[in-house]
């Protein structure tokens, strides 16, 4: 039996904290406001995941309360893999867009598709990861923020 997950992160850009998407820390940028570290990338994982699984959303997971202030996307991450583990099901792969205007992001996509091969404990040649813009149209394209799309396949052994 196989589910398919689809998810889905936006976050606007606010100047003194890192940019971390996809568990990776692009240098030289703005980071992204949020709870947790605000990476969209292993947000829409995540929920990709987790929906799939029927196992609720990130938000109800990790609410936005003082234990998960700061977070680790991928730490969480981590934890949602393992509950959708305990949950009898396994993930096939993964397919990840960034909707970004900048920074470029092809020199750091190897690193964030080891990172979430690692968190998700699945070889990396089951995870991919794209980015693209939305020729200057809308938020995204004026550059006030970082979105990102997720598919998910998971599979019961």
């Known amino acids: 039996m ?12 606010e100047a003194g904290r890192p940019l971390i998407l996809g568990g990776v820390t692009i240098p030289d940028a703005d980071g992204l406001a949020g709870h947790s570290d605000a990476d969209v990338v292993t947000h829409a994982i995540a929920d990709a995941l987790l929906g799939a699984a029927g196992l609720g959303d990130l938000g109800e997971r990790f609410p936005a309360t003082a234990e998960w202030k700061e977070a680790s996307s991928i730490a969480l991450l981590r934890e949602c893999n393992t509950a959708v583990g305990v949950a009898g099901w396994t993930v096939v792969n993964v397919d990840a867009t960034v ?3 900048a920074p470029k992001l092809s020199p750091y ?3 964030m598709v080891m990172s979430l091969a690692d968190a998700l404990a699945v070889s990396s040649d089951v995870v991919s990861v794209k980015a693209t813009t939305t020729d200057r149209l809308g938020a ?3 550059g006030e923020g970082v979105a990102a799309l997720a598919v998910v396949l998971i599979a019961r052994p």
């Open 109 to 111: 996509r190897r690193q």
């Open 140 to 142: 995204i394209g004026k």
């Open 99 to 101: 909707i970004a205007q």
């Open 2 to 13: 196989n589910r398919v997950g689809l998810g889905f992160d936006v976050h606007a850009f």
